[in-house]
C-alpha cells in the first residue's frame, strides 16, 4: 500500500515540475516580447526626438524671419494706415 502512495507522490510530484517548468518557458517568451517592445518604443523615442527637434529648428527659423521682417513697422505707422484707410 506504501508502494501506491509513493508512486502517486511521484507522478503529483513530476505534474507539478511539468506545469513550473512550462510556466517558465512561458515566462521567458513573455520577457523576450517586452525585451523587443522596449526597444522598438526607444527607436521610436529616437525618431520622435528628432523630428520634434527638427520642427523646434523651424519653428525658431520662422520666428526670427517674422521678426526681422516686424521689426522694421512700427505700430503707431501701422496704425495709422488701418484708421486712415476707413
Known amino acids: 500500500m506504501l508502494i501506491y502512495i509513493l508512486i502517486t507522490l511521484c507522478l503529483a510530484l513530476t505534474g507539478v515540475a511539468g506545469f513550473q517548468l512550462t510556466y517558465m518557458f512561458y515566462l521567458d517568451k513573455l520577457d ?5 517592445r522596449i526597444h522598438d518604443l526607444e527607436l ?3 525618431n520622435l526626438s528628432a523630428r520634434l527637434s527638427d520642427a523646434e529648428e ?3 527659423q520662422q520666428s ?5 521682417l516686424y521689426n522694421d513697422m512700427d505700430d503707431a505707422e501701422h ?8
Open 32 to 36: 523576450k516580447e517586452r525585451k523587443k
Open 44 to 46: 521610436k523615442c529616437k
Open 58 to 60: 523651424r519653428l525658431e
Open 64 to 68: 526670427r524671419m517674422l521678426d526681422a
Open 79 to 86: 496704425w495709422a494706415d488701418v484708421i486712415d484707410d476707413r
